[in-house]
């Protein structure tokens, strides 16, 4: 299925990271995308056609020698600070003092919580 309006997929080229494959005769993802979404200019490649790329696809990100191709859900995943995953952390009731473990945010122990 070819990208719709409605769904933004197509890959992003960090330019400080492209070579264009230097020593390599063109590109690997100009070489290998077959709906043309990479043209080279200035000896990088460049997403030139957008709307080309297949939704889903991310063979040319796993193509790049460099790791210059990204694409969305990839870029938003590389921006944020990792989170606690939902760890179990060690918390005082501030209500009755017991120590009890839970991943929620939340200062009060399961009996207290049933009180209010």
Same mark, same amino acid.
């Given at each position: 299925?070819?990208?719709?309006? *409605?769904? =933004?997929?197509? $890959?992003?080229?960090?330019?400080?990271? @492209?070579?264009? &494959? #230097?020593?390599f005769?063109?590109? %690997?993802?100009?070489?290998?995308?077959?709906?043309?979404?990479?043209?080279?200019?200035?000896?990088? *490649?460049? =997403?030139?056609? $957008?709307?080309?790329?297949?939704?889903? @696809?991310?063979? &040319? #990100?796993?193509?790049?020698?460099? %790791?210059?191709?990204?694409?969305p859900?990839?870029?938003?995943?590389?921006?944020?600070?990792?989170?606690?995953?939902?760890?179990?952390?060690?918390?005082?009731?501030?209500? @009755?003092?017991?120590?009890?473990?839970?991943?929620?945010?939340?200062?009060?122990?399961?009996?207290?919580e049933?009180?209010?």
């Open positions: 299925m070819v990208a719709s309006s *409605a769904a =933004v997929w197509y $890959p992003t080229v960090f330019p400080d990271r @492209c070579d264009g &494959c #230097e020593g005769e063109q590109p %690997k993802c100009i070489e290998f995308c077959p709906y043309g979404v990479f043209e080279l200019r200035d000896g990088k *490649a460049v =997403v030139t056609r $957008p709307q080309k790329c297949v939704y889903g @696809c991310i063979a &040319c #990100e796993r193509l790049c020698p460099k %790791k210059a191709i990204a694409f859900q990839r870029i938003a995943a590389m921006s944020k600070v990792p989170k606690d995953k939902g760890l179990l952390r060690k918390v005082e009731c501030r209500n @009755c003092g017991k120590t009890f473990w839970t991943n929620r945010d939340v200062d009060l122990c399961f009996d207290c049933k009180l209010l």
